[in-house]
């Protein structure tokens, strides 16, 4: 006989297909991942630096310093992870308890559920509008149990995004012991003047953590790197959770080396936002309707 385990009331992430049959080289569009790959900067570096017989920094000191000299922002409040996917992980382990409440859109990342629920925590799924997060109905969901509210912004799959006065209002409505997470994975592919990332309007926030990923822009999906940016007290909790050596050298050493392409990280941009609008144009021209281009996919109407 064996010991008792949980049975987890939950599906498990379950990844678009990439493969298909008689077809070659078929794309698979639902990862949202970069259209350019990888700068060629990160290979060369790989070529001459790595060394895989050497266990990483368990802390990710380098890539630390490099991001918060790029985002001008604090080394000890950065957590990095195997994919941001791990540091949404840790949050959902330091916060939640079985009764706990967690608030997400209906339509949203569904790793913040996931996580979630593995806790015993109960999700409440709010309403959108017109399928934009609506902070009144995150507002309504919010009970004496609720302890974390995760929005992705902008938003995957509906490729809308809150304002940057609406996520000051929704931090200033939702009670101070909420903890609020906002999921910056597409920020770099935005550059509206009404829109202000996650991690440039919380940065000095003591109820807000960013998270933030080398999956997209940046062309590191397998190498599963991304970070996490929050209060010093939260994240210094945060590291006690954390696997040691969670994040390969390689993805720390291609993170560091994909930060300092900034041209790759343009020129990502406008080829995003060139063809995003073409293509956005064509659907419309037969009355199929997406989301604006603040992303890299779309959210089609059929
Ligand atoms: C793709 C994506 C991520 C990235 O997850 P990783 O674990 O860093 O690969 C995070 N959040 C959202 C909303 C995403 O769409």
């Known amino acids: 006989m064996l010991p008792k385990f949980r049975k987890i009331d939950i599906q498990s992430y379950k990844p678009g297909k990439s493969k298909i049959s008689r077809i070659h080289n078929a794309i698979k569009l639902s990862a949202n991942e970069s259209a350019l790959g990888t700068s060629k900067r990160v290979f060369r570096i790989l070529n001459k630096k790595i060394k895989i017989n050497k266990y990483p920094d368990n802390n990710s000191k380098n890539l630390r310093k490099q991001i918060s000299k790029k985002y001008s922002c604090e080394f000890e409040k950065i957590i990095c992870g195997a994919g941001s996917d791990e540091i949404i992980q840790i949050i959902c382990q330091l916060f939640l308890n079985s009764k706990d409440e967690v608030i997400v859109p209906r339509y949203s990342f569904l790793m913040y559920r996931i996580y979630s629920k593995i806790i015993g925590a109960k999700i409440k799924f709010s309403d959108e509008e017109n399928f934009k997060v609506s902070i009144k109905e995150i507002l309504k969901n919010v009970t004496s149990r609720t302890k974390i509210v995760f929005i992705a912004n902008p938003n995957n799959p509906t490729g809308t995004y809150l304002k940057k006065e609406e996520l000051i209002l929704l931090r200033k409505k939702l ?25 440039k309007l919380f940065k000095k926030s003591n109820n807000v953590i960013i998270l933030r990923t080398f999956s997209k822009i940046y062309g590191l999906a397998s190498l599963r790197i991304g970070w996490g940016y929050g209060p010093k007290r939260i994240v210094k909790e945060m590291y006690k959770i954390k696997a040691p050596f969670n994040v390969s050298s390689t993805a720390q050493l291609a993170a560091i080396e994909s930060l300092k392409d900034e041209r790759f990280v343009n020129k990502s941009f406008k080829h995003n936002l060139f063809w995003g609008k073409k293509i956005r144009n064509l659907l419309n021209s037969y009355k199929i309707h997406t989301n604006e281009i603040n992303t890299n996919f779309f959210f089609i109407e059929l």
């Open 175 to 199: 009670n101070q012991k909420i903890l609020l997470v906002i999921d910056d994975a597409y920020n770099e592919y935005i550059k509206k003047k009404d829109y202000i990332s996650g991690l």
